[in-house]
């Protein structure tokens, strides 16, 4: 164990590792991953369905299985692991404090830091679900870690509240654990998570959907009984007449996830209220410098394989901001949010980058568009620089565009880039 | 007698939906979508497969249970046996990731292997 | 008979433990009955941890009494006790000049109570102590003794410190009927067996009127439960300028709903008041919740729902008693007496709000009635007042912290992120004096799953570490008590499953 390190990394989800894995191979001597967890591989170890690598790999793999073939590489570059370690402080120095059972309390300093925390799952107190505080509420996260990792079932008869994917998935591994899952009740008017997942989770094992319904009501004092379910309009109200009372003993929320930023605001990072990541440069880095992020804890993504190259390109810049203390930076123009687009990561973009290598868009719709689309991106003048066209655009699925090298000459007169998704 | 009946296709995430006209399990037209749609339709209605992931129980491992896969996708009908041998097997830690499981599951050739590595408790 | 006291109380919270810790002064068998899985789990573990000044009760009134009583001994029992208190002082905002009027009445209702210190201040000095507080506030009245606390700790250690002074604790002990001869109490007859004694202390909560009404005591004494229910705040994310509580204007149902900080560094705003029917009726509703944001508002416009992180509810123990001096028109009074009909019991009903501010006085009152109904109470010569806390990790500074792990490592392993609490905490927890052997009961003590994520990262671990420490299955391990089983199986013993495929054409 060292006080110093080019390249801290917190976290050793597919983010982390990807980051270790690239500060190594771009000359950073000293990395360093800190794991809160006893095991490396983060939320994938949980993820134990297939769907992982289709895109780097042109494999379906399970989340473990993703996870190994990286952990595996990081062991092989040389990269230090630090386990059932919790990051209690960062400071924008990049000082780093952290707590273990056997070395105590860890005072490291780093030259750069790769922030790789992931997400928390929102709460049914943040949803500000009616009814008893019983047993039997969990998030589908939580469910999740208990069925595959610690051998548990938490319930008999399961309610499910959202049709995100983690909600979908865990219907299906519920039910070939022997559990009954009632229903999935999704409170917009369309799926939130895959068709792939929707076929395969839902309809597959004769799983009820029921769209713009949601719990008005949580029956149970001890343990959950039952749920109140109600149909609600398209201002969430509730519609008259529609309650239904489902008997069952769990309810899980699947209803989002958020990034987890707190160690990132104690280092002066400064947050993007719309993805509730740090606001990033196409290296990844954050407003304070030598500090990087990489994967959810920047936005929630669908597809693993986007978390692994963002990773790369963080700990990429980690190793260059380490070695030369500093990020040679050319001119930075702003990446906008323009028509029907929630959000667009990164935040902003250094012209000069396109010289050497593409970099790659990731933005959310606002409003589906169930038909074909055109994604650009104009500049301030409304010139195209890069377009893709797209079958459709859901907000559940991240639109996703490279802008190439070739882009290079026209971006250069741009102060600014808007992207933005419309019907073809 | 032909009847025509709806499927999502889930070749790729647009998930269209597809009208196939039908005798029984003789697919006479796909009405919408495209070639991978048309294939698709033709082994749901005739040989419908699936990848199945589970666990299985580990003995003395860092945790009780290993993730495991089938290698291949298999008939769809066989899930609920799947499931249900699965739960019968246990394997000594350590484990390695692609160990094979269950050889040969269900007579349908199709191995399942572990995910991952699983050590042995206090590793 | 298994075995005889001295003293019974029935009901193991705010009031209870105070009346156990101080009885156990004295050299007399002490046995605190308690029918949950956890003391304190009652209306002591869900209210707004308020040390009220005293300007409030109509000045007379065992509310009153006991209130300038209590809260002037909350410095000293506090620091006892370990028990986090802090004397911000508080005040009740005023917006229009008919709560101009109301101030005017708590200010004289204070001074007549002895309530020290108080002011009415201008909404321009309001606004430069409490830039937050709502922008067209036209004055507030200052109490600067009135306080925050932590009743969950509070009810702990008092409770340790009783035991630790040699009472006997049961918890899962329901109080069935007491045991008499004529009219006599003799003992009493609970779930877990029949014990003797002389003397019973109910200290029921919401339950008084059902246990008093064993004895033939005050058949007309009815508790009819009013909930209150409360959201709380991120701390990240909300902060009041200082330490205090922000009370509106009263109205006849009472103190309203206030903006508080809490010392455990949150924002809370709550709480609404509305009777319910049933004494477990605990649940969140719309329009409950809309109630007290709309309040909460009211004084602080800056409250942001995106920052709400937990929901809870409580109850409290309205009664309908009279107050003691017949000239006081008011009748929801505390009862705290040795009634006639019966000989043997001291009776506490009807303790609300100020409760916990009044706990460490009534069992002070408690104690005065024993010893003017003849009991000889002899003080134990190894009495020890001082009850240590447990180290809170997260409240020691760096160095603290190395030297606390280096000494327990299981103080260096953070179970909860995102409030910090180690294993060390947790297990502390599971071996005090009064363990905490459910999910709940660690949570009530170290504070752990209460911020952000709401236990989604520590249930599993916690879960693991109640099994190996308690040597049960993790599926026997409850989120409080008997019938909140957290989990029910483990994932391959199924019984019958339900898979069914379907085919899609």
Redesign the interface.
Known sequence: MKSNYDVIIIGSGPGGLAAAIAARENGADDVLIIE?D??L?GIL?QC???GFGLQLFNE??????Y??YYIDKVKDHGVETLM?T?V?DITPQREV?A???????L?LQAKAIVLAMGC??R????I?????????VY?A??AQ????????????KFVILGSGDIGMIMARRL??????VERVLEIMPYLTG???N???CL????ITLQKHRTVN?IIG???VEAIEAVTVDEKWQPVPGTKEIIPC?TLLLSVGLIPEN?LS?KAGVLLDPVTNGPFVDDRFMTNVPGIFAAGNVVQVYDLVDWVTEAGFTAGKGAAQFALSEKLETGEEIPLIAGENIRYVVPHKLDKSHLAEEQVRLQMRAIVPIEDRVLVTVEDQNGEVVAKKGE??ARPG?ILTLAIKPKAYEAIQKATSLTVNVRKR | MAEISEIICVTCPKGCTLRVKHEGKQVLEVLDGCKRGEEYAICELQDPRRMVASTVRVDGGLHPLVPVYTKQAIPKHLIPELARALRNVEVPAPVKINQVVLADALGTGIDVVASRDMPKAGA | MAQSYDVIIIGAGIVGSMVARFLSKYQLDILLIEKESDIGMGTSSANSAAVHAGYDALPGTNKAITNMLGVEMWPQISKELGIPYERCGDYVVAESKEDLAVLEELLERGKENGVPGMALISGEEMRQREPLIRPDTIGALWAPTGGISDPFTATVAAAENAVMNGVTVMLNTAFEDFLMDGNTITGVHTSQGDFGCRWVVNAAGLFADDVMHKAGVRPNFEIRPRRGEYLILDKAECQLTQNTILFPTPSSKGKGILVAATLHGNVIVGPNANFVNDKSDKDMTSEGTEEIWSGGKKLVPSVNRKHIIAEFAGLRATGNAAAPDPEIDYHQDFIIEIPEVVKGLVNLGGIESPGFTASPAIAVKVVELLRSAGEELVEKPDWNPIREAPPVFRHMDKQQQAELVAKEPAYGRIVCRCETVTEGEILAAIHAPIPATNYDAIKRRTWLGTGRCQGGFDMPRVVNILAEELGIPPEEVTKKGEGSPLLYRRTKDVQQDHIVVKDLI
Do not use: C, S
Request: hydrophobic residues 30%; glycine residues 12%; proline residues 6%.
């Open positions: 809160r006893i095991e591989g170890l134990i369905h297939n379906d793999m399970p989340g473990p299985t996870a190994q059932d919790m209690l404090f707590i273990n059972k056997d070395l105590g309390y005072d928390r799952e709460t049914r107190a943040q500000l679900l009616p009814g008893a505080r019983p047993a039997g998030t996260g939580t870690r208990f069925v595959n990792v610690e051998g548990h079932m938490p319930g008999n039910t070939i654990e022997g559990a009954e895959l068709t792939r929707y076929v395969q309809l597959d094992y004769g009501r004092r001890d343990r003993d707190e605001k079958a459709y699925e």
